[in-house]
């Protein structure tokens, strides 16, 4: 591994990553270091990963580790190994959050000797995936509630949404892109991806010169396939940005060309698209050019923009001569390993594509040869943020959700006799999110977890009680039942702050 021994330069915390991962990273760097990047920055190793979670460590990072990066503002990284299923965490969802890098940017685009359907029919992507990077299911709040039951809670906040939104209209802004789409599920999921999508466009008011769009995000699959050309940026909520940008890394020629950048305040995270390919690991047989491109944002984001483009036409030249990793190009041209890959573009470092657009190379001493950008101080404590800190609130009833097997009849009879001396009556008995009660369908069918809602009755009124009331309740239904969990019903500034059942 590259790296040196005094302080001379701005340092980036450097894991290399497991499987193939500290293969393409040697790769990468020493194609950093012949074009002289090593000259401004100091690639600190960090310990990550595999190795680290097998001593014991279920954060996957040593303390220094952590110093380091938080310390360094800036982690290159190498893909990372997460176990399936148990209980292990992922190292690279963790990175993520607690360092709150909340916009995941990642480019496609098409690539000089990458052949693809796209490519082959003279058709030219370019286009970037915004994903919201902290939030949605990947909060990882997962519950058994029951035998049969299991469920996980999918978080968006409005600050949340905030954050990515201002990023990727900033982004498109400062890259020139004319129009931003927000892809979404809003048509079922009302309130959660409702909430992603109005404050897309609220964002949107600060930035009048781009042009906005939202899709579904199953027509957005689709419209990729078919007309990919028509998207320039689309921000998605996590999950779905997850899927959408492995779709978009097929489009270009796969996951070894999808390169991203993690982005927060404070620490950004630079890393290819792709996983640890175990597969292939140790064979010296990968394809390095997503980890290139995503060393590429980095730089950029350093304020290295000459050495970044010296280094990206150099890659586009090799690739346009045919030069490839046995995972694309020409079956004609040879296969090379990795190193031989990196060697072939460290010759062509200078030279320019000529099938393709040389990316324009800042003069020396015009902006892009030194580091401009310069680490914010380190939070004094953990920020509360917020968007809506003014809302009038009022309790309506809640919805209190049993382990029970018993029918939805059944369940109904009990909870009505529970409520009986209360301000609440029972207003509706929903199963997997179905109503089936007061009606329902005999062909729906129920598993052991209930929801049964209780609403104020028509004498009392919105704000009567505070959630007193809604916990007493709770008590007397937890003499009978076991109660997993409860939500609160409200009105926010008049507006219920909670979804129908279907069939409701
Ligand atoms: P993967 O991306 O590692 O591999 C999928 C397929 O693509 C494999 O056939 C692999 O050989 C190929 N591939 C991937 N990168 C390549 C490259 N640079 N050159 C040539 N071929 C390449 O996905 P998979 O197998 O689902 O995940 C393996 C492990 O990686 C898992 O533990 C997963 O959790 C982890 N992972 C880590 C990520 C990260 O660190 N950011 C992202 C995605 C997965």
């Known amino acids: ?15 290399p990553g497991d499987g193939i991962g500290p293969e393409i990273m ?5 194609l950093f270091k012949a074009a002289g990047v090593h000259d401004h920055l100091e690639f600190h190793p960090v310990e990550m990963g595999a190795s680290i979670f ?18 360094a503002g800036v982690l290159f990284k190498g893909p990372m190994e997460t176990p399936k299923g148990g209980g292990g965490k992922s190292i690279n969802v963790t990175a993520r959050k607690m360092w709150n890098a909340f916009a995941n940017l990642r480019t496609f685009r098409t690539l000089p ?11 030219n992507l370019n286009f970037s995936i915004v994903r919201e990077n902290i939030e949605d299911t990947y909060g990882g709040v997962e519950h058994r509630l029951s035998n049969d039951m299991i469920q996980c809670k999918r978080l968006i906040s409005a600050p949340g949404c905030d954050e990515v939104h201002r990023f990727a209209f900033q982004t498109a802004r400062r890259q020139g892109v004319k129009k931003v789409h927000c892809g979404h599920k809003a048509n079922i999921m009302k309130m959660t991806d409702g909430l992603f999508l109005e404050r897309f466009k609220a964002a949107a008011k600060d930035f009048p010169e781009i042009e906005t769009g939202d899709v579904i995000v199953d027509a957005l699959c689709m419209n990729m396939v078919v007309k990919p050309q028509q998207y320039q940026m689309v921000v998605l909520p996590n999950l779905q940005g997850d899927i959408v940008s492995d779709l978009a890394a097929g489009l270009v020629g796969g996951l070894g060309f999808a390169p991203s950048a993690n982005i927060g305040k404070h620490i950004s995270i630079f890393e290819a698209v792709h996983g640890t390919a175990p ?42 001569e045919g030069v490839r990793t046995g995972d694309f190009g020409d079956p004609a041209k040879p296969v090379l390993s990795t190193t031989d890959f990196v060697k ?28 401009t950008w310069t680490k914010p101080p380190r939070p004094q404590h953990q920020e509360v943020i917020r968007t809506f800190a003014n809302v009038v609130r009022h309790v309506v009833g809640c919805d209190i959700y049993l382990d029970t097997p018993l029918s939805p009849v059944a369940v109904a009879e009990e909870m009505q006799r529970v409520c009986q001396d209360t301000p609440f009556k029972l207003s509706l008995v929903s199963n997997r999110g179905t109503q089936v009660w007061p009606t329902g369908s005999s062909f729906t069918e129920c598993v ?10 028509e004498d009392h009124r919105p704000g009567d009680f505070g959630q007193a009331r809604c916990v007493a309740l709770m008590d007397k239904v937890a003499e009978k039942f076991v109660v ?3 939500e609160l019903l409200r009105v926010f500034d008049g507006v219920k702050g909670y979804s129908l059942a279907q069939g409701q």
């Open 344 to 371: 072939h573009i460290k010759d062509r470092l200078g030279s320019k594509p000529a099938t393709v657009p040389a990316v324009d190379v800042p003069e020396t001493g015009a902006g892009g040869d030194k580091v």
């Open 448 to 457: 052991d977890y209930y929801r049964v809602r209780f609403e104020l009755r």
């Open 279 to 320: 597969d292939i690991a140790g064979q010296n047989k990968a394809n390095p050019t997503a980890l290139i491109l995503s060393g590429l944002m980095m730089l950029r984001h350093l304020g290295l923009a000459r050495h970044a483009s010296i280094i990206e036409n150099a890659l586009l030249k090799a690739l346009e």
């Open 26 to 30: 040697n790769a990468t760097l020493d």
């Open 113 to 123: 000797g990458v052949s693809t359907p796209y490519s082959k029919a003279g058709i």
């Open 54 to 71: 097998a001593k014991g460590n279920s954060r996957g990072m040593t303390e220094e580790a952590i110093k380091i990066t938080e310390e």
């Open 484 to 486: 997993c969990s409860y």
């Open 1 to 15: 591994m590259t790296t040196s021994a005094t302080v001379k330069s701005t340092r980036i915390a450097l894991a």
